[in-house]
């Protein structure tokens, strides 16, 4: 008997606890300035109907709106993250409803501009570059004026043409592929970017993989394909005429531009690709694709320092 009595008292006390915080908390909630200019502005809303809602009107008062109590996007304070609450009223009852706040939507945005580049093997360093600090020296100023002229054209329009960067090991060639994706970017060009050797590994790899076709479908398909260090892949005929041949015969049809970078001209590189042990045929197989570069870059060679000693 005496346990009921103390469980009565216990629940009467607690009762009594829970009024008062019941009546802090409607206070609080009615004394924020935004519940009360919300309020002020539905002078219809009874104290029923306010009283029913008053939940609502609590979780509404907690949250950050629209950032102002977020110091960032990562440490939004709110219920559903990146999500601000909104009170509306309909059919004469309060509804809470949530909306993409401020940092939400830029948090979007930059996302979706950055899936504009894509790459396979590439340095993240080379994924920062940018063309202010492409050096204009004499021995770099005609690779400048080439990525600068096809930025300013696919402003308008997207060249048929890439550009074939060759030169020596550490000029900054690829850093130039990384710049030019950049800008692309930022005028919403997407650009894919490979590196040749672990391309080459990797369709070798897959090659009963159901997947191959599709990567092949998505590097003929994207809008600028960007292929670093052609001629530095292990050769295979195989590789250069059923994967890249047909890549670039397919972007070369449909007037796609290709950039590429190589420690080899094109004279050089054709040599390259004809190379292997059967002589003559390989020669007119490599002929083929070299023209097929042609057809979808130009030639710009780059000189200066090897910038990996500095
Ligand atoms: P390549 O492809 O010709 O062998 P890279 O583009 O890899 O040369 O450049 C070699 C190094 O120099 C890399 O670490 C790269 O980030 C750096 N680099 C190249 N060009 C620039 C530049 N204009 N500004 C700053 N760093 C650069
Ligand atoms: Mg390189």
Redesign the pocket.
């Known amino acids: 008997m005496k346990k009921i009595q103390s469980a009565l008292h216990k629940w009467m006390k607690d009762n009594e606890s829970f009024k008062e915080n019941y009546t802090n908390m409607k206070q609080n909630v009615l004394n924020d300035p935004e519940i009360k200019q919300f309020l002020d502005g539905h002078p219809e809303l009874s104290d029923a109907v306010i009283e029913k809602n008053l939940i609502k009107l609590y979780e509404f008062s907690t949250q950050s709106k629209q950032c102002d109590r977020c110091s960032s996007f990562g440490s939004c304070i709110n219920i559903i993250k990146g999500y601000s609450p909104v009170l509306h009223v309909d059919q004469g009852d309060i509804h809470l409803s949530y909306e993409k706040c401020h940092s939400m939507l830029a948090h979007e945005r930059t996302a979706k501009q950055q899936q504009l580049i894509q790459s396979l093997y590439v340095p993240k360093?080379?994924l920062s570059?940018s063309v202010d600090?492409?050096?204009p020296d004499a021995t770099r100023s005609e690779a400048i004026t080439a990525a600068l002229t096809f930025l300013n054209k696919a402003k308008t329009e997207l060249p048929s043409k890439g550009i074939f960067f060759s030169?020596p090991?550490?000029?900054?060639?690829?850093?130039?592929l990384g710049a030019v994706a950049n800008k692309l970017k930022d005028i919403g060009i997407s650009s894919m970017l490979i590196y040749m050797p672990e391309f080459v590994r990797e369709m070798k790899t897959s090659i009963k993989d159901d997947s191959i076709n599709e990567k092949i479908e998505h590097f003929k398909k994207a809008d600028v394909l960007m292929l670093d260090d052609i001629g530095a892949e292990t050769q295979s005929a195989w590789f250069r005429d059923e994967i890249l041949g047909s890549i670039l015969q397919y972007r070369m049809m449909e007037r796609l531009p290709v950039f590429f970078?190589s420690n080899y001209t094109l004279k050089q590189l054709q040599e390259q690709l004809a190379f292997s042990n059967r002589g003559g045929v390989e020669e007119v197989k490599a002929g083929r694709v070299i023209e097929r570069i042609r057809q979808v870059s130009r030639e710009v060679e780059i000189y200066g320092p090897n910038?990996?000693e500095e």
């Open positions: 360093e080379i570059a600090d492409l050096d030169g090991f550490g000029v900054g060639k690829t850093y130039f970078t910038r990996r």
